[in-house]
């Protein structure tokens, strides 16, 4: 059974997981409209791979016997600079969101909760591994600079990621196929 104060804690993170997605589908479709459609798939896996982060925490909540308590999603931005541009965006967004684990670890670990710990891990692993994909895309884009062909290059490699997570959770995120 969580603690109230962790349980609340627990259920703003999954209002920003939602977020997250929001984001990400709204840069989705951005580079989509701009004629980016491997940066338009990134951006999609990317929801999806949000959309397991906050279901993922929402069965958590609801496995330790709390409600979970959903809130209003703020509106993302629908315009962006340049596919820099986003992925600076992402990447200052996954550094918000890395912080916000940490203190639901510090939470956790305040109120020596042990399951909430070991279950944060795996979101604090999957934070560095976040990080890392947009500096590494921030990298290549700031390599590329204003060359068209290059930028197309990258589009298309892009456009070959997959989701490799769960995307259906009518019968729960560890049953998902």
Same mark, same amino acid.
């Given at each position: 059974?969580?603690?109230?104060?962790?349980?609340?804690?627990?259920?703003?993170?999954?209002?920003?997981?939602?977020?997250?997605?929001?984001?990400?589908?709204?840069?989705? *479709?951005?580079?989509?409209?701009?004629?980016?459609?491997?940066? *338009?798939?990134?951006?999609?896996?990317?929801?999806?791979?949000?959309?397991?982060?906050?279901? !993922?925490?929402?069965?958590?909540?609801?496995?330790?016997?709390?409600?979970?308590?959903? !809130?209003?999603?703020?509106?993302?931005?629908?315009?962006?600079?340049?596919?820099?541009?986003?992925?600076?965006?992402?990447?200052?967004? &996954?550094?918000?969101?890395?912080?916000? /684990?940490?203190?639901?670890?510090?939470? *956790?670990?305040?109120?020596?909760?042990?399951?909430?710990?070991?279950?944060?891990?795996?979101?604090?692993?999957?934070?560095? &591994?976040?990080?890392?994909?947009?500096?590494?895309? /921030?990298?290549?884009? !700031?390599? /590329?600079?204003?060359?068209?062909?290059?930028?197309?290059?990258?589009?298309? &490699?892009?456009?070959?990621?997959?989701?490799?997570?769960?995307?259906?959770?009518?019968?729960?995120?560890?049953? *998902?196929?």
């Amino acid at each position: 059974m969580l603690d109230k104060k962790m349980a609340q804690a627990l259920n703003g993170q999954v209002n920003k997981e939602l977020y997250s997605a929001y984001l990400y589908m709204s840069m989705s *479709a951005y580079s989509n409209r701009i004629g980016l459609k491997g940066f *338009a798939n990134w951006f999609m896996v990317q929801y999806h791979e949000e959309m397991f982060h906050a279901m !993922k925490m929402y069965e958590y909540i609801q496995r330790q016997g709390e409600d979970v308590i959903l !809130k209003s999603i703020d509106t993302p931005p629908d315009t962006f600079k340049s596919p820099l541009d986003m992925f600076e965006q992402t990447l200052a967004h &996954e550094q918000f969101i890395t912080r916000s /684990i940490n203190e639901l670890m510090e939470l *956790a670990i305040k109120k020596k909760d042990h399951a909430t710990q070991i279950f944060l891990e795996w979101y604090v692993t999957e934070q560095v &591994e976040e990080e890392d994909n947009d500096n590494e895309m /921030i990298a290549q884009l !700031k390599l /590329i600079g204003d060359n068209p062909q290059a930028l197309l290059m990258l589009d298309r &490699e892009l456009a070959a990621r997959l989701v490799t997570i769960p995307v259906d959770f009518s019968k729960g995120v560890d049953q *998902a196929a």
